[in-house]
């Protein structure tokens, strides 16, 4: 029997139930209610549906059974309005029971309805919305028949709801929940609110497992998430290193060829490419992803490396391949507004022997859009061009110049970046406008002549556009002590800094114009007496939630090489 692959893929939010509802009467007297569905569609809760209710202020109502008969909810005793005109608030759940929430390892579809109101003639319609998030994990028709068994584990439980508030207790521990094989096309099951990663382990009805570890995601109330299943070998993607080459081909105009082999077109109209496979570019050079030597070919689609790695990458020069731009050296050219490059790990990566390029990095030359869960680890990034008189040298690790894009949940760990030339060199990037949240650098080495800037983050910030770094750290970088430990050279007053540690050293190596506050010097084991992933992670839970509820961040923890090294969990 023929020995199937399994490949999950796509975790993404495809629908919010209740964030839409008719404006209620502002005049109420008698309980009425409907639900509203995760589809959207308003239904009807089933005639003898019970509710528990609680309803203070103008309306007195404590922990009271309502039963849904003929269009309104009643209760035995009865209740009334106060005679002064109060607000009054109002929670329903339902089911009525919550004193056991899971049964069978499995946990219930809670509903819950809440409302603010004023006493009145009119009645009062409970709207409800569902309480927990819902997962779906679609399986493809080839593999319908196959599966025997699917456990999904969340790594946080449910204790308990408060009837008044709603409000939910969690734990952490971790709760299987085991849906068996009936030949459906998708398995649903309902998950706390939560931002945590969960494992799904498969079983095929040839008793073969494989689980599955999802990237940590923001679960939250009221939404649907969808995952699909696949057989490995039908889905698109690159695979090789002959894949690598090609795509790299066909994707900057190159070569002709079909995209669709490398991945799939989603409902924005964006193509998102697939890494499936760890790849070795040891014997083999590619272009970069989404520029060559004349019409721009900017990336604009999703790069997806599935927690893969790429290993000993020779950096895209012009040097050694004359469809190369003379600016733009790394694996992706140039990353535009639109794009997003996430879950790709770079090893062992370097430059070429005679660097004609100006602008290089690791993941990318330049980028405007998005890099985030990625990493660049044990590399080295060189200008060695000693012809040339160029000053405008730009080295990041992660990538040569930020234009106005993101790095997220991002690392540079063990490099050496050098230049030989005039210019600025960073641990993450070489020249910054925009983003870097979430990040570390640890243990990178700068070379540099003087009249070169190099930072443990960034070797320069733009003149005219913002640089925001926050809840970042540097650590061990070996560079001469004039240099900057996180900047290099700031031109003008245009960064913000935000829960960002570093471990000494100058600050910013020259034209420092803007106050510092929000940066700490980290120079023992602990900070306030609390290891700095500590207080990463409480920057996370705080203003990371509130002030960038677009991104999900990791969660970090002690390193166990080096206790001073904070590393994502």
């Not at 796509?10 to 008698?30: F, M, N, Q």
């Not at 308990?160 to 998708?186: H, R």
């Not at 859009?369 to 200008?383: E, L, P, R, V």
Request: hydrophobic share 35%.
């Amino acid at each position: 029997m023929k020995q199937i692959q399994l490949f999950l893929y796509i975790l993404s939010v495809i629908l919010l139930a209740g964030c839409s509802s008719e404006d209620l009467p502002s005049v109420h007297k008698t309980l009425a209610g409907n639900i509203l569905s995760r589809s959207n569609d308003k239904e009807t809760l089933p005639e003898g549906s019970q509710i528990l209710l609680n309803a203070y202020g103008g309306l007195s109502i404590v922990d009271k059974t309502f039963t849904y008969n003929n269009g309104t909810w009643t209760n035995d005793n009865g209740h009334g309005w106060k005679e002064a005109e109060e607000t009054t608030y109002i929670t329903a759940l339902y089911p009525h029971d919550i004193s056991n929430l899971y049964n069978e390892g499995a946990l219930k579809d809670v509903l819950i309805a809440q409302d603010t109101l004023t006493q009145g003639e009119k009645d009062v319609t409970l709207t409800f919305r569902h309480l927990f998030a819902s997962f779906t994990l679609n399986v493809d028709e080839t593999l319908v028949d196959k599966i025997k068994s699917i456990q999904l584990t969340s790594p946080q439980r449910v204790e308990s709801i408060s009837p008044v508030t709603g409000d939910i207790t969690l734990s952490d521990i971790a709760t299987p929940t085991i849906l068996q094989g009936n030949g459906s096309n998708s398995y649903t099951f309902i998950i706390p609110p939560m931002e945590e990663s969960i494992t799904l382990n498969i079983t095929l009805d040839n008793e073969i497992s494989q689980s599955y570890k999802l990237q940590r995601h923001s679960f939250k109330s009221g939404f649907v998430y969808e995952c699909g299943l696949r057989d490995w070998n039908t889905v698109p993607g690159i695979r090789s290193v002959g894949d690598l080459i090609e795509f790299s081909k066909i994707i900057n105009k190159k070569k002709e060829g079909d995209l669709s082999k490398y991945g799939e077109i989603q409902a924005d109209g964006r193509m998102l490419y697939r890494l499936l496979a760890d790849i070795d570019l040891k014997e083999a050079n590619i272009l970069p992803i989404g520029y060559y030597n004349g019409p721009s070919v900017i990336f604009s689609d999703i790069f997806d490396g599935q927690g893969h790695t790429i290993s000993n990458l020779t950096i895209p020069d012009k040097s050694i391949n004359e469809n190369v731009h003379k600016d733009y050296a790394g694996l992706f050219g140039y990353i535009g507004e639109e794009g997003i490059v996430k879950n790709l790990h770079i090893i062992n990566a370097k430059t070429a022997t005679k660097t004609i390029c100006t602008h290089i990095g690791g993941i990318a030359a330049e980028n405007e859009g998005i890099i985030q869960n990625c990493s660049i680890q044990d590399s080295n990034f060189k200008y060695s061009n000693p012809t040339s008189e160029e000053t405008g040298i730009r080295i990041g690790a992660v990538c040569a110049k930020l234009t106005n894009g993101s790095i997220i949940n991002t690392n540079s760990s063990n490099n050496e970046i050098e230049t030989e030339n005039s210019g600025a060199i960073g641990g993450i990037i070489g020249e910054s406008c925009g983003k870097i949240i979430n990040c570390y650098t640890y243990s990178n080495t700068f070379i540099a002549p003087n009249g070169a800037y190099a930072g443990g983050i960034a070797g320069t910030v733009s003149t005219t556009n913002q640089l925001k770094i926050a809840n970042c750290y540097v650590l061990h970088y070996k560079a001469p002590s004039n240099w900057g430990a996180i900047i290099g050279l700031l031109k003008s007053n245009t960064i913000t800094f935000d829960n960002v540690f570093y471990n000494g050293g100058t600050l910013i190596a020259q034209n420092l114009s803007t106050n510092t506050p929000n940066i700490y010097l980290y120079k023992q084991l602990s900070y306030n007496e609390k290891h700095i992933s500590i207080h990463l992670n409480e920057w996370i839970k705080t203003t990371g939630k509130s002030n960038y509820p677009e991104f999900v961040f990791n969660q970090w923890t002690k390193s166990e090489s080096d206790p001073f090294h904070a590393i994502f969990q």
